[in-house]
């Protein structure tokens, strides 16, 4: 049975989650926009250039030459872009909580499935001890039954509790197999419980 994942593990693992990568992205398109909103808020500058020839006749031809520099400030609309840089911050902000509140919980729900797993193991030995332990009580009664020493009532008491034994440990390592799978589903790792040999 591979070993559990440490902290650093979990914390890579989930990194690469969809929904934490889908969140990561949206807060960079937030940021792009916002800083666009910014960028038409600013006044702009457009150099122009011109350089040709002038004259009646070739041979009269001289060089000319213009240049012109032309700044442009959006006074009239700054209310409308300060509106506009504000709500995309708003939804800068908005999309990081959203960020936040996903890698609380995905690592809420990855610590907590590890932990599920330890305790399923602490069931499943403590299932499979008592699973043995009826086998070889159902295997004594049924000697002394055999020799003459115990009787009918014996047997049948062990027999039941043989199956219940076997209930209980059906019940754990059914247990541990969906602790397991929360797990993969917490990492972002569901598509390995498809792999052959996969345990963990």
Known sequence: M?????????????????????????????????????AEALPTVVISADYGASGKNPSDFEDTYAMGVEMSVPVFEGGLRAARVREATS??????????DAQYQ????????????????????????ELGASKAQLQLSEQRLASGMGSELEVIESRAQAAQARDHHRDALATQQLA???????????DALLEPGTNR
Do not use: C, N, W, Y
């Not at 979990?10 to 666009?36: H, N």
């Not at 939804?91 to 936040?100: G, H, K, N, W, Y």
């Not at 995905?106 to 001890?129: H, K, V, Y």
């Open 2 to 38: 591979a070993p559990l994942p440490d902290d650093r593990q979990i914390l890579s693992a989930i990194a690469t989650r969809p929904d934490i990568t889908v969140a990561e992205e949206t807060v960079r398109g937030r940021k792009s926009e916002q800083a666009a909103q910014r």
């Open 91 to 100: 939804q800068v902000r908005e999309s990081e909580a959203r960020l936040t």
């Open 106 to 129: 995905a690592e809420a729900d990855a610590f907590g499935a590890r932990e599920a797993i330890t305790q399923a193991d602490a069931m499943l030995q403590a299932a499979e001890a």
């Open 180 to 190: 397991q799978v929360t797990l993969m589903h917490a990492l972002g790792r569901v």
